[in-house]
């Protein structure tokens, strides 16, 4: 069974520009869930999808990020404009449903200079 | 306000010894608790939960033990291998949505 995929692996870019990243989740998972991991952190949740509504953005910076999972399938995550904090491992997890076991991609390493 | 600690940054066991992973939390409406494990340039792997009924639950080599009382849990890894060398994220969840808080992370180191 293929696992969480996500695109691209590693990006860097200057502040003030925008970057995008795109997850592939588990066939079949209905929850699809955004994650941000800092250096020397645990990752913590930015927003959680269920098929394709929102169900958790209370920690996402909607000034600067967005996400959208249109078609209950794929998601991308939005950052802009970017700040130097925003320099992170960005993490897409998916899970059959709420409450179920979330499974990981292998994360976007984000540099912002 | 951390709401899941791992005070211990690293921890450094021999080969064939046992390893135990300590975490704390704070928030009594935390319910269900997971142990990811993470090598470096990959996501977190799910390792092993434990739902609050239970005090034990044991996979193969890897047991969690949750002391409800204490908001203490442990991973313990008998025996330990070099190839459980990785990252260990405690993290708990609770409530209808089931958002996982965790830890910041022990980073295990298992000599041959």
């Known amino acids: 069974e293929a696992g969480v995929a996500q695109s691209p692996r590693y990006k860097i870019i200057e502040k003030r520009q925008s970057v995008a990243f795109w997850c592939n989740p588990i066939?079949?998972?209905?929850?699809l869930y955004w994650y941000q991991q800092i250096l020397g952190q645990g990752p913590k949740l930015l927003i959680q999808f269920q098929n394709n509504g929102v169900v958790d953005d209370s920690q996402l910076p909607k000034d600067r990020f967005s996400a959208e999972r249109l078609k209950g399938v794929d998601s991308t995550l939005k950052i802009q404009p970017a700040k130097l904090e925003d320099s992170a491992v960005y993490l897409c997890?998916?899970?059959?449903?709420?409450?179920?076991?979330?499974?990981f991609g292998p994360g976007t390493r984000l540099t912002v200079l | 306000d951390q709401q899941v600690k791992q005070n211990s940054p690293s921890l450094s066991v021999q080969e064939g010894r046992i390893s135990i992973l300590n975490c704390d939390y704070t928030n009594s409406m935390f319910d269900y608790f997971l142990w990811y494990k993470k090598y470096p340039a990959e996501g977190p792997t799910f390792l092993i939960s434990?739902?609050?009924?239970?005090d034990k639950n044991e996979d193969g080599r890897f047991t969690v033990f949750l002391n409800k009382s204490a908001k203490h849990l442990s991973l313990h890894i008998v025996p330990s291998q070099p190839g459980d060398s990785a990252v260990y994220f405690c993290a708990a969840s609770g409530g209808s949505q089931g958002n996982l808080i965790f830890g910041k992370g022990t980073k295990l180191s298992v000599k041959p």
């Open positions: 434990i739902s609050s009924i239970k």
């Open positions: 066939s079949g998972h209905a929850t």
């Open positions: 997890a998916s899970s059959l449903s709420i409450l179920d076991t979330q499974y």
